[in-house]
């Protein structure tokens, strides 16, 4: 049976992946090192891998964060199977990312104000595979994306999806809810954390 084009092109993107992952390539970094500090034992490093995609319809959506059918966990093969699923949706890496130590503020304002643009204080932006370092008492890392303007906004701390959709941010075990806002909890040193945002672009 002939291979679709399809098919070719997300096997390509599985073997991507997979040769990604493996590498011990770092893309960017965030740490709370001073640069005469060196090793320190009371710190850890832990990597954030997102992955950010834009879908083609607002039924593309994935609507998990009413915990409908959602992933306990999320992985690379929880991406790449919703892509197979959706075929017009696509991984965009020209996203950018933050995090922050513990419980950071949320500066998105659900209530009709702005979502776009970086948070301020202690969040600090990446793209792509980031390796950061942190006390190794950090209960829980922050993370959000930084939402582009023309997108679909987040509807905010609601597990009841809303009728016109909503840009919807996934990280490691924490997919609840529509906010721009999700946790890390417990980061151990040495692990790798994945995320994933979809955005829908207004038309």
Do not use: C
């Not at 009728?163 to 721009?180: E, I, M, V």
Request: net charge negative; glycine share 6%; proline share 8%.
């Amino acid at each position: 049976m002939t291979e679709t084009f399809i098919d070719l092109k997300y096997k390509t993107l599985l073997l991507l992946t997979a040769i990604l992952l493996s590498s011990s390539v770092i893309f960017s970094a965030g740490s709370f090192l001073s640069p005469d500090e060196g090793e320190n034992p009371d710190m850890i490093t832990v990597i954030i891998h997102p992955f950010s995609i834009v879908v083609n319809s607002a039924e593309d959506l994935p609507d998990w964060g009413s915990y409908n059918d959602y992933p306990e966990l999320i992985e690379p093969h929880i991406v790449f199977s919703y892509l197979s699923s959706n075929p017009l949706s696509r991984i965009d890496p020209e996203w950018e990312f933050e995090w922050a130590p513990e419980e950071a503020e949320d500066p998105a304002d659900y209530d009709g104000g702005p979502q776009t643009g970086y948070g301020e204080g202690e969040w600090r932006s990446f793209s792509g595979r980031t390796l950061i370092s942190i006390p190794s008492d950090t209960g829980m890392i922050s993370v959000r994306e930084v939402l582009k303007e023309g997108y679909l906004n987040f509807a905010g701390l609601t597990d009841e999806y809303p009728p016109a959709g909503s840009a919807q941010l996934y990280a490691h075990t924490d997919a609840y809810k529509y906010d721009n806002l999700e946790r890390i909890y417990a980061p151990s040193d040495g692990e790798t954390y994945f995320m994933v945002a979809f955005n829908l672009p207004l038309k």
